[in-house]
């Protein structure tokens, strides 16, 4: 993509092999910068916020939910509130719900209209997340996306897909694997994957 | 707004077509579900997204529906369910 021509605004240079989708937003980034919508800055330090998030908070909450039955209790009954309990930031989305896999129950989230996902509390989304095939396939044929994550679910467990299709986030809070009594809240906490907590996987350790 | 509806409710998503963004999914519209949660109200994003300020906000719910019930080939168990959050102005009630 050529950019030779003669203006007044600042940008970063611009990459010759630089994907089509890229150029759009760094020219919507550009328009709304020099009209004053949004300042450089601003976005900057939102997009670093973004990116410094990891599932790492989610983990910590999931965990500390297996070791303190009335934690989990006020997680599921308001996750903003328990993750600011354990000082984690619940992000700027004004909801964050968290759903409880049972042994009778399994839940799993998608977005089919975007790709809305607890950030705050997992970090940005798997681009598998994003994708139009999990996307599609997550609300119409999901124990068909749970075995090719490898996660074979009995006939007799409740199925309930999520779609996030609005203002609220939703966090999976996994089943606590067997054999786990003697970890400490640190070691539970590294068994619980990212995947877990979207529903298309099992933490880890889990028989 | 009236018409609130309460966990339980049987409720129909509309199957109107819209120009412009909303957040109804088209695979769910004109199929019957039931009210799992009352969500608080916010901005309706069919406005929001063009520039005005989304008010009055709206009441939005978790809807559960039966995956059979929305797609007839579905191939998993029968009591597998799915729930979508959606707009109260997007929901009537339902037998």
Same mark, same amino acid.
């Given at each position: ?6 203006? +007044? ?7 010759? +092999? ?6 759009? @937003? ?13 300042? !450089? ?9 973004? =990116? ?9 909450? @999931? ?10 209790? !006020?997680?599921? =009954? ?16 004004? =909801? ?40 599609? !396939?997550?609300?119409? +044929?999901?124990?068909? @996306? ?20 609005? +203002? ?31 529903? =298309? ?7 | ?17 819209? %120009?412009? *963004? *909303?957040?109804?999914?088209?695979? #769910? ?9 009352? *969500?608080?109200?916010?901005?309706? %994003? ?15 719910? #978790?809807?559960?529906?039966?995956? %059979? ?19 109260? *102005?997007? #929901?009537? %009630?339902?037998?």
């Amino acid at each position: 993509m050529s950019h030779n021509h003669d203006h +007044d605004h600042p940008h970063e240079p611009i990459a010759a +092999d630089e994907p089509a989708v890229a150029a759009r @937003v760094r020219a919507l980034e550009t328009i709304l910068v020099t009209k004053g919508v949004l300042e !450089r800055d601003e976005l900057r330090r939102r997009v670093d916020w973004l =990116v410094s998030r990891t599932p790492a908070d989610g983990a910590r909450l @999931v965990a500390h939910a297996w070791v303190d039955a009335d934690f989990k209790q !006020r997680l599921l =009954v308001d996750a903003r509130e328990a993750a600011l309990e354990l000082g984690l930031d619940p992000g700027p989305s004004p =909801v964050v719900v968290a759903l409880e896999n049972t042994a009778d129950v399994h839940h799993m989230v998608v977005c089919t209209l975007c790709s809305c996902y607890p950030r705050a509390l997992l970090g940005p989304p798997p681009d598998w997340y994003k994708s139009l095939a999990y996307r599609s !396939r997550a609300v119409s +044929d999901p124990r068909g @996306v749970l075995l090719e994550f490898g996660l074979t679910l009995d006939d007799d467990v409740e199925l309930r897909v999520v779609d996030s299709t609005a +203002d609220i986030r939703y966090l999976v809070v996994p089943r606590r694997p067997s054999g786990t009594d003697s970890l400490d809240e640190e070691a539970l906490a590294a068994l619980v994957t990212r995947d877990s907590m979207i529903g =298309v996987s099992q933490p880890l350790g889990d028989a | 707004m009236s018409g609130g509806f309460t966990p339980g409710d049987k409720v129909r998503v509309s199957d109107r077509t819209h %120009p412009g *963004h *909303h957040r109804t999914p088209g695979y #769910l519209k004109g199929k019957t579900g039931t009210i799992e949660r009352v *969500h608080e109200r916010f901005s309706n %994003p069919e406005t929001r997204a063009y520039g005005e300020d989304g008010r009055p906000a709206q009441r939005l719910y #978790l809807v559960g529906f039966e995956l %059979p019930e929305i797609w007839s080939e579905y191939r998993g168990a029968t009591d597998d369910r799915l729930a979508a959050d959606v707009f109260e *102005h997007w #929901l009537e %009630p339902a037998p």
